[in-house]
């Protein structure tokens, strides 16, 4: 019986320094992404519409949370010229772009974070 008590206290001294592995490494309770904390889009400073004549829709593979639609919103964003705003039960990002863009300069964007464009249309 003994042995048993001394089996269970080893298996929860196992968990619990796991545990704080984890925690210390930012991973309890992480998203999908792999990150304990959530991610906050970050805002574009020009929210005039008319200042953007090009329109895509983006579609994305690889987006499961809000994290990673926070983290794609936050690459296109990051492009000179472009207001993005990502819908992740769709998939996809509706992008407004001062110039007109290519598949190749949102794949660009997205290169490294996991996420990879799927298709691209022009919204009307």
Excluded at 17 to 38: D, I, L, P
Excluded at 39 to 48: G, I, M, Q
Excluded at 62 to 84: E, H, L, P, R, T
């Amino acid at each position: 019986m003994s042995t048993v008590i001394i089996i269970a206290g080893i298996l929860l001294i196992v968990y619990a320094v796991y545990g704080t592995v984890r925690k210390a490494r930012g991973k309890a309770k992480a998203s999908c992404c792999g990150t304990g904390e959530t991610v906050l889009a970050k805002p574009v400073e020009d929210t005039d519409e008319s200042h953007y004549p090009y329109r895509y829709h983006v579609a994305v593979d690889g987006m499961k949370c809000s994290n990673c639609a926070a983290n794609v919103q936050n690459a296109f964003n990051g492009i000179d010229g472009v207001w993005a705003t990502v819908n992740l039960g769709r998939h996809r990002a509706e992008v407004l772009a001062k110039k007109e863009m290519t598949e190749e300069a949102f794949a660009s964007a997205l290169a490294g974070t996991g996420y990879k464009v799927a298709g691209i249309s022009r919204a009307e």
